[in-house]
């Protein structure tokens, strides 16, 4: 009857919140990796911000070379 009732609802509950916390888990996994491919990123853009930056100081010593 009424226990039998209530251990099915538990049961499916439970079943339930067990599939919720396996999509919240691998939701979580997700936006770490994308934390990390972020973070690449950046040290990537820096890297190269870095190197423009060296660019631009060679072209200048080169420009300084000409007389307007």
Do not use: P
Not at 9 to 21: M, T
Not at 24 to 43: C, D, F, G, P, T
Not at 52 to 68: E, T
């Amino acid at each position: 009857g009424r226990v039998v009732t209530a251990v099915t609802d538990i049961s499916a509950a439970l079943r339930e919140q067990g599939v919720a916390s396996t999509e919240i888990a691998r939701n979580v996994e997700r936006i770490a990796q994308m934390a990390e491919e972020s973070a690449l990123a950046v040290r990537s853009v820096a890297a190269e911000a870095s190197n423009l930056r060296g660019l631009a100081v060679d072209l200048d010593a080169m420009a300084s070379r000409f007389k307007v």
